[in-house]
């Protein structure tokens, strides 16, 4: 079960890169250049990315996660890998 988990894992990292997308932060495909990728990303006057320098300390209760769904779906778009779930999922 381990190699079959590990074998799917390397496949996905290998399609991934050779199918990555074409935005990144820097250069040629940097945020100056998406809306040369993608039509949506040329609209508006308020696109990504933003920068923020204010932060704030906050004394925050730690994150309760309780899966109780399956995956159904895994997707590389090509930045990451994207996990459609059903059933409920809730974090408190």
Not at 30 to 58: L, R, V, Y
Not at 64 to 76: E, F, I, P, R
């Amino acid at each position: 079960m381990k190699k079959s988990l590990t074998a799917i894992g390397l496949s996905l990292v290998f399609v991934g890169s050779a199918n990555a997308a074409n935005w990144g932060y820097e250069g040629s495909h940097g945020p100056e250049h998406w809306g040369e990728f993608a039509s949506e990303c040329a609209q508006g006057k308020n696109q990504s990315p933003i920068d923020i320098h204010a932060a704030t300390q906050a004394e925050l209760a730690k994150l309760q996660l309780d899966y109780q769904g399956k995956v159904v779906a895994l997707t590389n778009n090509g930045h990451t890998l994207q996990t459609s779930i059903e059933g409920e999922n809730v974090l408190t």
